[in-house]
T-cell receptor, first 113, second 114 residues
Framework: DVKVTQSSRYLVKRTGEKVFLECVQDMDHENMFWYRQDPGLGLRLIYFSYDVKMKEKGDIPEGYSVSREKKERFSLILESASTNQTSMYLC????????????FGSGTQLSVL | AQKITQTQPGMFVQEKEAVTLDCTYDTSDQSYGLFWYKQPSSGEMIFLIYQGSYDEQNATEGRYSLNFQKARKSANLVISASQLGDSAMYFCAMSYSSASKIIFGSGTRLSIRP
């Protein structure tokens, strides 16, 4: 079974802190994604990566950056966390074809105080 | 611009009834894919069904079927004989050929009444 692992289930950080959310997949998938989920807004794409060191902005990249140094790992970075970044963060991966489904991690609930 | 719209924030349905969850999409791509995911209260995202833009037949997976109307740009999920365990959030999503990304709608919360 494909496994997408997010390093933390719950995280509490202070305003202004630099925050790293880590995601690892074990199926050699080309594409990896970071979404945030907020009530009433669904899943919104922050960043995605279609290959090592390649990244593209999603719909809401402001305040975030990403890193993909190895194929299996995709990190989301909040350079200076703010309270409006309190949210559920979901990582996902898939093969490169547009017909392929996403496999999701279990999510990280981030609270910024 | 690519967009997915789910107009039903919440729905209540009696157990054993069929239910249709609406999804409309907007894309200028000719090749695209449409997905439905279920998210129960546990938070996990469960893939339900997929429809490709060139598929002539509507997709079916057990009690789930996708009513694909290409001209109307709609991809509604139909759940037959609903069960209590179907209570969850449901998300419609689209992938398209001009980018590697998948975008989601805002979701529908389905509640099944016993």
């Amino acid at each position: 079974d494909v496994k997408v692992t997010q390093s933390s289930r719950y995280l509490v950080k202070r305003t202004g802190e630099k925050v790293f959310l880590e995601c690892v997949q074990d199926m050699d998938h080309e594409n990896m994604f970071w979404y945030r989920q907020d009530p009433g807004l669904g899943l919104r794409l922050i960043y995605f990566s279609y290959d090592v060191k390649m990244k593209e902005k999603g719909d809401i990249p402001e305040g975030y950056s990403v890193s993909r140094e190895k194929k299996e790992r995709f990190s989301l970075i909040l350079e200076s966390a703010s309270t409006n970044q309190t949210s559920m963060y979901l990582c996902a991966s898939r093969e490169g074809s547009l017909h392929e489904k996403l496999f999701f991690g279990s999510g990280t609930q981030l609270s910024v105080l | 611009a690519q967009k997915i719209t789910q107009t039903q924030p919440g729905m209540f349905v009696q157990e054993k009834e069929a239910v249709t969850l609406d999804c409309t999409y907007d894309t200028s791509d000719q090749s695209y894919g449409l997905f439905w995911y279920k998210q129960p209260s546990s938070g996990e995202m469960i893939f339900l069904i997929y429809q490709g833009s060139y598929d002539e037949q509507n997709a079916t997976e057990g009690r789930y079927s996708l009513n694909f109307q290409k001209a109307r740009k709609s991809a509604n999920l139909v759940i037959s004989a609903s069960q209590l365990g179907d209570s969850a959030m449901y998300f419609c999503a689209m992938s398209y050929s001009s980018a590697s990304k998948i975008i989601f709608g805002s979701g529908t919360r389905l509640s099944i009444r016993p």
